[in-house]
């Protein structure tokens, strides 16, 4: 759910929407620091299209928006 949600974020270009998600994320579950520090920095540079192509590499393939 929470990939969607952020896939989501991305497809609308909410960035700020991602970076909050991101936080709770980290706050919640440590193993997904390597997970959120990329996205961060992919955040921090307005690379949306990349947080796109990031993100739909873990969602299934039949998944559409």
Excluded: C, W
Aim: aromatic share 10%; proline share 2%.
């Amino acid at each position: 759910e929470e990939l969607r949600e952020l896939h989501h974020f991305a497809m609308m270009g909410n960035l700020q929407g991602i970076e909050e998600k991101l936080d709770v994320l980290q706050a919640q579950d440590e193993t997904l620091q390597a997970f959120t520090q990329i996205l961060q920095a992919l955040v921090h540079n307005f690379q949306v299209n990349e947080i796109k192509t990031f993100l739909q590499s873990f969602l299934p393939s039949s998944y559409v928006l």
